[in-house]
């Protein structure tokens, strides 16, 4: 709350500035339509008459972020802040930026903008808000809808069809109806928007609210099907109502979608993919339904999706963990105390312990082994989980063993069994490994 209340002051103290050199200035877009809406800004934008080489007179920490569309980012103590001069912008011959800008009034500034919900401009000083495009009654009804016509807006920048999508989803707002048929019409247009770019609107759609609905509107608008074809596969591929009463797996994963709660990139992303290796391993064999190994066709397929959408080494490693164990956490009651306690142990188990709870209540419901684990996990709090190795590959080598797959097995099992207390020594762990695995001469 402090940091909120320093970020909106030092809003206020550049529109301060500006406006004593004689600029008129407003806070504009994302930031006025939350005010409207009685929320907290994540983040304050500046819209101003002053242009680039002014606003450097003015502020002495400035970066020069699109000077030639007139953005400057300003500095302002630990704050900064996007300043950019109202203009209005030439075509979009690249269906991302414009081949040229020229300053202009807040008025032609604002119907230039992407939706009336994000074309609204507020006055800190007066309280007073700018509207010239509707952009209140908008939010009242509770929609979003494109300023002027919508095939204009998103021809400018493709990524609107999903920017739309995600608005609608987050702020629960319905998309205005010309507004839905050009998102559907245009589709196939998203697909020459860079992987990164969707990357980053498909992260703000599913760790904010609503991630549910925003799935369902992609799939329901095309979207889905050209950017993740994998994950629109889901839809009409049964699953057994014994432990899925909910219905296929794409219902599974849209209710899981609608558990999330602020989540991590990781825990959302496990979530989306969790079952996509189920259509591909579908099998009907009249007494049930079966989806064989899917939770390492679906890793291996996650590995590819998160790959093509430029996640990184780090988030893809963890997000293809979330998928490839999340079938694991069925067995837990069968483990043996060691291979429990490396279970527990995993650095990603805390997100995959959330993933496996959602799971069950998108699906049957039950928390027994949800419960199981949160208990474990006090139990073991003042044992140390991950102590270190009495024994590693370069021990085994040195009593001759030779270096292959199986000594990954070797030692795994001999961790288990120190985690249990079975062995409790180096010398007795070298003991245990002669014993079973080097054969007498």
Not at 169 to 189: D, H, M, P, V, Y
């Amino acid at each position: 709350m402090a940091a909120a209340s320093s970020q909106k002051s030092a809003a206020f103290g550049v529109i301060r500035q500006l406006k004593k050199a004689g600029h008129l200035s407003y806070f504009a877009g994302g930031c006025v339509r939350d005010l409207v809406m009685k929320k907290t800004p994540d983040d304050y934008d500046i819209a101003t008459t002053g242009i680039p080489e002014e606003i450097e007179r003015i502020f002495p920490k400035c970066i020069p972020v699109g000077k030639q569309f007139g953005v400057m980012i300003v500095v302002s103590g630990k704050h900064q802040f996007e300043v950019a001069t109202f203009r209005r912008e030439g075509p979009y011959r690249d269906g991302r930026h414009p081949d040229g800008v020229a300053f202009t009034t807040p008025e032609e500034d604002a119907k230039r903008r992407d939706f009336t919900v994000n074309g609204l401009f507020y006055d800190p000083l007066a309280r007073k808000v700018i509207d010239y495009i509707e952009g209140r009654a908008d939010i009242s009804r509770k929609l979003i809808r494109t300023i002027g016509r919508p095939e204009a807006r998103f021809e400018e920048d493709r990524l609107r069809l999903l920017r739309a999508i995600r608005f609608a989803a987050n702020l629960g707002f319905t998309i205005e109806s010309e507004t839905w048929q050009a998102i559907k019409r245009l589709r196939k247009e998203i697909r020459s928007v860079s992987q990164e770019r969707i990357r980053d609107e498909l992260i703000k759609m599913f760790t904010r609210p609503n991630a549910g609905k925003g799935l369902e509107l992609l799939s329901e608008s095309g979207l889905l099907a050209e950017i993740l074809p994998e994950v629109e596969a889901m839809k009409k591929v049964d699953q057994p109502p014994e432990f899925h009463p909910e219905g296929d797996v794409f219902i599974h994963t849209k209710m899981l979608m609608d558990q999330l709660d602020k989540p991590s990139v990781i825990l959302a992303f496990g979530a989306l993919l969790h079952d996509v290796g189920k259509p591909p391993t579908f099998s009907d064999e009249g007494e049930r339904i079966h989806f064989y190994n899917h939770p390492h066709v679906g890793a291996e397929m996650s590995d590819q999706i998160l790959t093509r959408l430029r996640f990184s080494n780090r988030e893809i490693s963890d997000i293809v963990s979330c998928v490839e164990n999340h079938m694991k956490f069925a067995n837990v009651k069968e483990m043996r105390i060691g291979k429990l306690k490396q279970f527990l142990s995993r650095e990603n188990f805390l997100v995959e312990l959330e993933l496996h709870r959602i799971d069950c209540l998108a699906s049957h419901g039950k928390l027994e082994l949800f419960r199981f684990l949160k208990k474990k996990l006090k139990e073991f709090k003042r044992e140390e989980l991950k102590p270190k190795r009495l024994i590693t590959g370069d021990d085994l080598i040195a009593i001759g063993l030779k270096p292959g797959p199986a000594m990954k097995d070797i030692l795994d099992e001999a961790y288990a069994l120190q985690l249990e207390g079975t062995i409790t020594s180096h010398a007795q762990a070298i003991e245990w490994v002669k014993k079973h695995f080097l054969k007498e001469k």
